[in-house]
C-alpha cells in the first residue's frame, strides 16, 4: 500500500485533479447542507421548493470556494516538491498553512497568522491519520520461499535465532504420563514387572515340580 504521497498525481496534473476534486466535494456536501436548510426555514407547503432553491443559490459558491482551496494548495504543494526535491507530509503540512494564510491575506497580518496555524494544524492532522491507517493496514512482507536458512530450520523443526524447548526422550514421556494416584497404583506394579521379568515364569514352574496332596480314594474293602 502506498502513502498518500506516492499514490497522488505527478505535480502538474496534480492541480487539476484537486481542483475537480475539491469542486466535486464542496458541491455535494453544499448541497446537502444548504437544501437541509432551506427546506427547514420555508414555511409548509413549500418546503421542498425552498431546499431547491437554497441549493441553486448557494452550492455552486461552495463548490468554488473549495476549489480555490484545493488550487491553491496543490499549487503550494508542488512549489515545496520543487523545493525539497521530495515527497513527504512536510509539503502538505506547510502548503496548507500557506493557503490559510494566502486566503486571509486581506484581513490583516494578524488573521492571516492565525489561518495558517489552522491550515498548517489541519493537515498536520490529516497527514499523521493517513500515515496511523497505512501503518494499521500494511501487509507483513511474505517469507521467500527459497531461503536457504528457512529451508535448514523447516527440516531441522526450528527457526534460527529463536531457544526451542528441549524434546523430552519417549521413555521420559511415558514416565511421566503416568502420573498422580492413577500411576500410584499401577506404576509398581510395572517396575517390578521390568525388574523380574523372569520371575513370573521360575514360579509358574516350580508350582508344577511341587507334589500335589493325595486325592482320597472311597473304595470298600
Given at each position: 500500500m502506498g502513502t498518500p504521497e506516492t499514490s497522488r498525481e505527478p505535480c502538474p496534473?496534480?492541480?487539476?485533479?484537486?481542483?475537480?476534486?475539491?469542486?466535486?466535494?464542496?458541491?455535494?456536501?453544499?448541497?446537502?447542507?444548504?437544501?437541509?436548510?432551506g427546506t427547514y426555514n420555508s414555511p409548509n407547503g413549500e418546503r421542498l421548493?425552498?431546499?431547491?432553491?437554497?441549493?441553486?443559490?448557494?452550492?455552486?459558491?461552495?463548490?468554488?470556494?473549495?476549489?480555490?482551496?484545493?488550487?491553491?494548495?496543490s499549487a503550494f504543494d508542488?512549489?515545496?516538491?520543487?523545493?525539497?526535491?521530495?515527497?513527504?507530509?512536510?509539503?502538505?503540512?506547510?502548503?496548507?498553512?500557506?493557503?490559510?494564510?494566502?486566503?486571509?491575506?486581506?484581513?490583516?497580518?494578524?488573521?492571516?497568522?492565525r489561518s495558517a496555524l489552522m491550515g498548517g494544524m489541519l493537515l498536520a492532522l490529516i497527514e499523521g491519520a493517513g500515515l496511523m491507517l497505512n501503518r494499521v493496514l500494511a501487509t507483513p512482507p511474505p517469507l521467500p520461499a527459497d531461503d536457504p536458512n528457512l529451508a535448514a530450520a523447516m527440516a531441522g523443526?526450528?527457526?534460527?535465532?529463536?531457544?526451542?524447548?528441549?524434546?523430552?526422550?519417549?521413555e521420559a514421556a511415558s514416565s511421566s504420563s503416568v502420573g498422580g494416584w492413577f500411576g500410584g497404583l499401577f506404576g509398581k506394579k510395572e517396575?517390578?514387572?521390568?525388574?523380574?521379568?523372569?520371575?513370573?515364569?521360575?514360579?509358574?514352574?516350580?508350582?508344577f515340580d511341587t507334589p500335589s496332596a493325595p486325592i482320597p480314594s472311597f473304595e470298600y474293602k
Open positions: 496534473d496534480r492541480i487539476l485533479d484537486d481542483v475537480g476534486g475539491a469542486f466535486g466535494m464542496g458541491a455535494v456536501g453544499g448541497s446537502i447542507f444548504h437544501f437541509l436548510k421548493v425552498g431546499g431547491a432553491q437554497a441549493v441553486r443559490m448557494n452550492a455552486p459558491r461552495v463548490g468554488g470556494s473549495f476549489a480555490v482551496w484545493g488550487g491553491l494548495f508542488c512549489t515545496m516538491v520543487f523545493m525539497r526535491q521530495k515527497e513527504d507530509p512536510w509539503n502538505s503540512i506547510i502548503a496548507g498553512a500557506a493557503t490559510g494564510g494566502f486566503l486571509s491575506m486581506r484581513q490583516g497580518p494578524g488573521a492571516a497568522g523443526g526450528g527457526i534460527p535465532g529463536i531457544p526451542q524447548a528441549p524434546m523430552a526422550p519417549p517396575e517390578e514387572k521390568k525388574a523380574s521379568p523372569s520371575g513370573g515364569k521360575s514360579e509358574i514352574l516350580e508350582s
